[in-house]
T-cell receptor, first 113, second 118 residues
Framework: SQELEQSPQSLIVQEGKNLTINCTSSKTLYGLYWYKQKYGEGLIFLMMLQKGGEEKSHEKITAKLDEKKQQSSLHITASQPSHAGIYLCGAPNSGGSNYKLTFGKGTLLTVNP | DTGVSQDPRHKITKRGQNVTFRCDPISEHNRLYWYRQTLGQGPEFLTYFQNEAQLEKSRLLSDRFSAERPKGSFSTLEIQRTEQGDSAMYLC????????????????FGEGSRLTVL
């Protein structure tokens, strides 16, 4: 079965600093989803990547899927306290239209003002 | 609010009691998923529906768990004879699969229903 490993497990940065979170798969990725979660709340959809080499940006967050489709990174530029939370990557177990996802354990981001 | 909504948000129950959670997906979404999340872990897939048909169930879904989506709209997840190990956040998600709209693949989650079994 597919496993997703996220690194680092937790991260503390000063407001204004850039940061990167990585998600590595044990198998080829058919797609990769990034979500943000506040403690005790639901998941907020950030971005979905499907093609090797694909890169998407939304506001100050950029996500990339590497060419070999086994790793994705999430980069936040000029972090703000509003970026704090748990970032989760999730991937479908197979190709096609099945969006059943396997998730990593998450990366806890703290942004100090 | 046009997002995925779940009810109740929090439920505290005694071991052995039955509990039911409800999920209302985004209105045009025909796929609905249930996930479970425990502290410090990512969500784990439980089951999913396309319209009213339950297409897949995880091995995590024991006989005490049953999910329905009777008219292809809202869904319920019932846990019978709850155990302390059932304490978790139960998350519902929905997506759209079909034509003529292209599949964006986007999967949207609700706020979750947190279950505590005493």
């Amino acid at each position: 079965s597919q496993e997703l490993e996220q690194s680092p497990q937790s991260l503390i940065v000063q407001e204004g600093k850039n940061l990167t979170i990585n998600c590595t798969s044990s198998k080829t990725l058919y797609g990769l989803y990034w979500y943000k979660q506040k403690y005790g709340e639901g998941l907020i959809f950030l971005m979905m990547l499907q093609k090797g080499g694909e890169e998407k940006s939304h506001e100050k967050i950029t996500a990339k899927l590497d060419e070999k489709k086994q790793q994705s990174s999430l980069h936040i530029t000029a972090s703000q306290p509003s970026h704090a939370g748990i970032y989760l990557c999730g991937a479908p177990n197979s190709g096609g239209s099945n969006y059943k996802l396997t998730f990593g354990k998450g990366t806890l981001l703290t942004v100090n003002p | 609010d046009t997002g995925v909504s779940q009810d109740p948000r929090h439920k505290i129950t005694k071991r052995g009691q039955n509990v039911t959670f409800r999920c209302d997906p985004i209105s045009e979404h025909n796929r609905l998923y249930w996930y479970r999340q425990t502290l410090g872990q990512g969500p784990e897939f439980l089951t999913y529906f396309q319209n009213e048909a339950q297409l897949e169930k995880s091995r995590l879904l024991s006989d005490r768990f049953s999910a329905e989506r009777p008219k292809g709209s809202f869904s319920t997840l019932e846990i019978q004879r709850t155990e302390q190990g059932d304490s978790a956040m139960y998350l519902c998600a929905s997506s759209f699969l079909g034509q003529p709209q292209p599949n964006t693949g986007e999967l949207f989650f609700g706020e979750g229903s947190r279950l505590t079994v005493l």
